[in-house]
Every structure is written in C-alpha cells, then in structure tokens.
T-cell receptor, first 114, second 111 residues
Framework: GDSVTQMEGPVTLSEEAFLTINCTYT??????LFWYVQYPGEGLQLLLK?????DKGSNKGFEATYRKETTSFHLEKGSVQVSDSAVYFC?????????????FGRGTSLIVHP | DAGITQSPRHKVTETGTPVTLRCHQT?????MYWYRQDPGHGLRLIHY???????DKGEVSDGYSVSRSKTEDFLLTLESATSSQTSVYFC??????????FGSGTQLSVL
C-alpha cells in the first residue's frame, strides 16, 4: 500500500536558519503530494501541494518540489521564524475506486529559537 | 477556510461505555474522514466516506463504526470504549480537489 516516510524530529533551529524536512513516499500510480502544518492545539492545515512530477508548491516562504525519480517531496524554507514552530506532515493522496485516500507521514516537530 | 466543526472538544469516559463523536461540515464536501493522532504514529485513518451512506474502513478501523446519513454530518462511534482508544480524533473533509480541511480535534480519554 501507499506510505510516507519523513524525518524524525524534533528539528531545532535558530531564527533565520535554513530548514529542510525530508519526505519520501511509496505509491502506485501518480499521487498528489502535500505538506500540512499543525500548530499547538489546532487541526492540520494545508501548507502547500504539488500534483505532478516537477511541480513546485510554495506558500509563506516554504517550498517543495515533486521529484518522481527520487520519490521525494522535501520541504524547505530559507529563513525560519519563531512563528514557524509547529508539527509538519507530509502526505500523499491517490485515487482508489473513485475515492481519494490520503496517507500521512508521522510528522516532524520544528522548534525555532529566537 | 471550510467550516468544519467537531463535538465534543474534550471527552472523558469509562471503559466499556459507548461514545459518539460528531463532525459537521458546511461546504457540501463529498469526502469525509476520521483520523486518530497518537505520539509516534502520526495520523492514522479510521474510516472514511465518499458520499451519503457510502463508507469504508481505514487502517485502524477495529472497534470503530461510522455513519453518514447527510452530506454534512459524519459520526464516529466507539461501541465499547477501551483505554487503547484514548487519543486525539480529527475529522476532515474534502471536495474534488483532494485538499483536506480539518476540524480542531476531540481529545478523548478512556479511563
């Protein structure tokens, strides 16, 4: 079945540091790929998405590129802020019998210090 | 953002009692999902629905049932709660675009 593997956290950075959170996936067919963010005490919200190979999703300074050859969708940001502290989930969505079945990674906690 | 609400937000119950969690969305989304979130496991799919009265099992469906009698409502029932079902439960909905909209979660404690 489909699966998503992302780097374990927590990832601890100083403000303005460069961020990379690795994500790889296994799926049949051509899934869409997503990054969701969860702030403390809240539900997840979509950060960015990409629907086909070589697409780049971007939002709020975060970027990720759909790499089919390496089955990866790594999240990057050039300069993190304290307000970026949250848990980040990589996910894929593939069609199955007419339904979309989202599969999530285990999440990576990011802690940014001033 | 999509209007999706979960109730209750917090629930404490005893082992062996039935529990129903409610999810309500106002976006006329076709797809709805129930997940549980546990440390070290991330989000795991319990059940999902692809239309009124159309539901199917996810990867951790044992001990749970669901019902969807209206497009906007998706109920999750624990027939006889166990301590292993202590968790945070999230409901989500999606239209045809695959993007999920999540509720704020229900913290369930089974003592």
């Amino acid at each position: 079945g489909d699966s998503v593997t992302q780097m374990e956290g927590p990832v601890t950075l100083s403000e303005e540091a460069f961020l990379t959170i690795n994500c790889t996936y296994t799926a049949t067919g051509y899934p869409s790929l997503f990054w969701y963010v969860q702030y403390p005490g809240e539900g997840l919200q979509l950060l960015l998405k990409a629907t086909k190979a070589d697409d780049k999703g971007s939002n709020k300074g975060f970027e990720a590129t759909y790499r089919k050859e390496t089955t990866s969708f790594h999240l990057e940001k050039g300069s993190v802020q304290v307000s970026d502290s949250a848990v980040y989930f990589c996910a894929l969505s593939s069609a199955s019998g007419g339904s979309y079945i989202p599969t999530f990674g285990r999440g990576t906690s990011l802690i940014v210090h001033p | 953002d999509a209007g999706i609400t979960q109730s209750p937000r917090h629930k404490v119950t005893e082992t062996g009692t039935p529990v129903t969690l409610r999810c309500h969305q106002t976006e006329n989304h076709r797809y709805m999902y129930w997940y549980r979130q546990d440390p070290g496991h991330g989000l795991r799919l319990i059940h999902y629905s692809y239309g009124v009265k159309d539901t199917d099992k996810g990867e951790v469906s044992d001990g749970y049932s669901v019902s969807r009698s209206k497009t906007e409502d998706f109920l999750l029932t624990l027939e006889s709660a166990t301590s292993s079902q202590t968790s945070v439960y999230f409901c989500a909905s999606a239209g045809e675009g695959e993007k999920l909209f999540f509720g704020s979660g229900t913290q369930l404690s089974v003592l």
